[in-house]
């Protein structure tokens, strides 16, 4: 990004009284155009909040972050060079360098970093604090020649990975990849030393909007993608099977097609995360299910669900995985070599993102797994993205009996062994529960979205409460799939948001929230602070099913109203508070 461009997105930002997003940028050095960078970078991701940057002190990073409030602040974006852990490791002090020297450079920089720590731990307890490392190389003050690595130099760096590595793993704590800045903005472009000398602002301009970029991605910290839909020939292999036959189809590098074996390799480690995979593909099914012969399969077929192989079209194929799977579209990639197949289904399934198998350019492919794993990167596998497959397994297992049995009917919940587990406790490390309550679109109360350290707040005010459930029955376990947060006041409880994962559909675990809510709480009506969406028609039939007519803006449910109207409940309940 240009400095002139940024400048007009930050001037053409949205109304005064929009909602703020504020953000704090604490560096060493004075922030000038990283700081219009950030805040323009931001407004491309937020356009409908107003950006707000603060910065701390200049040349007082601890100070700054001891200083620092955090109330309604959404982030921290920490920006580290080599010259805050030692003034030494600077161009702008004078008599620091020399091999005598060298020993106390190393013992300060420890020192710098352990006390870092420690204050980027405490900020990391109540809001997403973002690290950039030194991105600046170090200045020439080692005895070696610089095509040689100095001892000295890999004891600094090993110190800073060791004090990286230690805060890294914190739920809200997120680092800025070396290697990607890398390939945005190459090292011998990156320091201005005439801006540094007369300004304090040690950074080219290019080098600036590349570090503001990367700590936009992280403080956006986007949703990854849930599932990916995949083609056959020429994708996942390389070769047409019904031309070929199952033993000529190859992914190797023998036969010229390490590409398809490097995808196959990284869809099995997607689907081990927890990500979805499904076929689509036009062929003879029959073929297809002789894959099971070829045992050099990279991706294991029982962690594919469902397979559509068919003759029929693509698009339609897509609509019933969806259907399938059961989530929303824009959580879906669908991927195929072929132009005019990726044209159909983008056109019938907009919200799909639709990518095209770069077959025959290797350094495309290269790039094209490298874009797809941005795409479901996550910040950590919880134990619902690994039961996930199973759980749509058993979903569709559930949904053939209930056809069979003209519907969920009273036998079939009564016999499915179903058990609920409540947990009232506030956990503010439950990534899950925030997951789920910014994923799900269905089954919500209102559409309402929280940013990590707005949650953080809402969690640590004692009049309110956070309920979650877990659920598993004869089928399978579903994991934790229902969030409800709110307050108490006296006999009323409010609920401000509610959200149930679509997995959980027509198994009554709604009815069950609501009466583990009237029982625990002893309360007498409960009101919701219910918005209708565009996508949100399930939770809206629930309630007319209770109110009998459109619930309000703002629905109230009494507990002699929800007893009267609630059918026969079959789960187990098991209670956790600690």
């Known amino acids: 990004m240009k400095l002139a461009e940024a400048l ?5 930002g949205p109304e005064p009284e929009a909602p703020v997003l504020t953000v704090a940028l604490i560096c060493g050095f004075t922030p000038l155009h990283l700081q219009s960078f950030l805040q323009a970078e931001l407004q491309l991701r937020f356009p409908e909040r107003r950006i707000e940057i603060n910065h701390g002190t200049y040349g007082d990073i601890p100070g700054s972050l001891q200083a620092l409030d955090v109330t309604g602040i959404e982030a921290v974006a920490l920006v580290l060079e080599w010259e805050d852990l030692d003034r030494r490791l600077g161009i702008r002090q004078l008599g620091g360098w020399g091999p005598a020297n060298l020993p106390s450079i190393h013992e300060q920089v420890r020192a710098r970093l352990a006390q870092l720590r420690i204050l980027i731990e405490d900020l990391a307890r109540l809001c997403p604090v973002i690290v950039s490392l030194p991105t600046l190389p170090l200045p020439p003050l080692f005895f070696t020649a610089g095509w040689q690595t100095n001892i000295w130099e890999f004891a600094l760096k090993e110190e800073l990975i060791s004090f990286a590595a230690g805060f890294a793993q914190l739920p809200r704590a997120r680092v800025v990849n070396e290697q990607r800045l890398l390939q945005l903005s190459p090292l011998a472009q990156r320091r201005d030393v005439k801006s540094e000398w007369l300004a304090g602002f040690p950074y080219s301009l290019s080098h600036a909007s590349s570090v503001a970029e990367n700590l936009a991605r992280l403080i956006e910290n986007p949703a990854p993608k849930k599932g990916l839909i995949t083609d ?8 047409v099977i019904g031309e070929a036959g199952v033993s000529e189809i190859s992914w190797d590098l023998d036969h010229h097609s390490q590409g398809n074996g490097l995808y196959q390799q990284l869809l099995k480690t997607l689907a081990e995360e927890g990500v979805l995979i499904a076929v689509a593909s036009k062929n003879d099914p029959a ?42 579209p824009d959580s879906v990639v669908f991927v195929d070599d072929d132009a005019l197949e990726l044209a159909e289904v983008q056109a019938a399934h907009a919200q799909v993102t639709c990518l095209r198998f770069p077959r025959q350019d290797p350094a495309a492919l290269f790039q094209f797994l490298v874009d797809l794993r941005d795409l479901f990167g996550r910040t950590k596998i919880s134990e619902e993205d690994q039961i996930r497959l199973e759980s749509i397994k058993a979903s569709a297992k559930l949904r053939t009996d209930a056809n069979d049995a003209a519907g969920f009917s009273e036998a079939l919940l009564e016999q499915a062994d179903a058990e609920i587990t409540f947990n009232l406790k506030k956990d503010p490390d439950d990534t899950r529960a925030l997951e789920l309550l910014n994923k799900t679109s269905q089954f919500n109360l209102n559409g309402r979205r929280y940013t990590d350290a707005a949650w953080q707040q809402h969690l640590s005010k004692a009049d309110t ?7 598993k029955d004869r089928f399978g ?10 307050r108490r006041n006296g006999k009323v409880l409010a609920v401000e948001s509610w959200v149930m994962s679509c997995r959980a559909f027509a198994r009554r675990i709604e009815h069950q929230c609501l009466k583990f809510l009237f029982d625990n709480f002893d309360c007498h009506v409960i009101s919701f602070n219910y918005l209708q969406t565009p996508k949100n028609g399930p ?7 209770i109110l009998k007519h459109q619930p309000p803006p703002s629905p109230e449910i009494s507990k002699d109203n929800f007893t009267e109207v609630c059918p026969k409940l079959f789960h187990r309940v098991r209670e956790v508070r600690e």
């Open 477 to 486: 376990a579903l994991g934790k799939i229902a969030v409800l947060t709110g």
């Open 8 to 12: 007009r997105i930050v001037s053409h």
């Open 465 to 471: 409460f956070l309920l979650t459930a877990a659920y």
């Open 287 to 328: 073929i297809v299910d002789e894959l099971a012969q070829r045992e050099d399969l990279i991706l294991p077929l029982d962690r594919v669900f469902p397979f559509e192989v068919s003759w029929g079209s693509k698009a339609q194929a897509v609509g019933r995985i969806l259907k399938t799977w059961n989530i929303g």
């Open 232 to 239: 056959l020939d020429n994708t996942l292999w390389s070769g």
């Open 539 to 545: 939770l809206g039939s629930f309630f007319l099913g």
